[in-house]
């Protein structure tokens, strides 16, 4: 394996753990301040 690939590797694994803590702290915050109706459909990703 070539260290690009290992490290394109890398990067793509750091991007998606980024995109879901984001997702996540959304979604808790749509609970804390609205129904309970939204933080399900923010947990569907609709």
Same mark, same amino acid.
């Given at each position: 394996?070539? *260290?690009?690939?290992?490290? %394109?590797? &890398?990067?793509?694994?750091?991007? &998606?753990?980024?995109?879901?803590? &984001? *997702? &996540?702290? /959304? @979604? %808790?915050?749509? *609970?804390?301040?609205? +129904?309970?109706?939204? /933080?399900? +459909? @923010?947990? *569907?990703?609709?």
């Amino acid at each position: 394996v070539r *260290k690009d690939h290992f490290f %394109n590797f &890398i990067v793509a694994i750091f991007l &998606i753990h980024l995109f879901l803590a &984001i *997702k &996540i702290h /959304s @979604c %808790n915050d749509l *609970k804390r301040n609205s +129904r309970d109706l939204d /933080s399900k +459909r @923010c947990w *569907k990703g609709e």
